[in-house]
């Protein structure tokens, strides 16, 4: 049987799930920014002065 996402994220140590759930709100922070102002991956990174691959790269913690 499959294990649950739900379940390996209950198994965690609190201080892991919680900075996971800052990662995911910055992820949709930034995806939201995106909607909202129409904006490409490419612009984004541009107007951040960073590279493409920056702006949904997972960083290392």
Do not use: F, H, N, Y
């Amino acid at each position: 049987m499959a294990t649950k996402l739900d379940d390996v994220i209950a198994a965690m140590p609190p201080a892991r799930r919680e900075e996971i759930e800052r990662r995911v709100q910055e992820l949709v922070s930034s995806m939201e920014w995106r909607r909202a102002t129409e904006k490409s991956q490419a612009e984004l990174a541009q107007a951040l002065g960073v590279g493409r691959d920056d702006i949904l790269r997972p960083r290392t913690m």
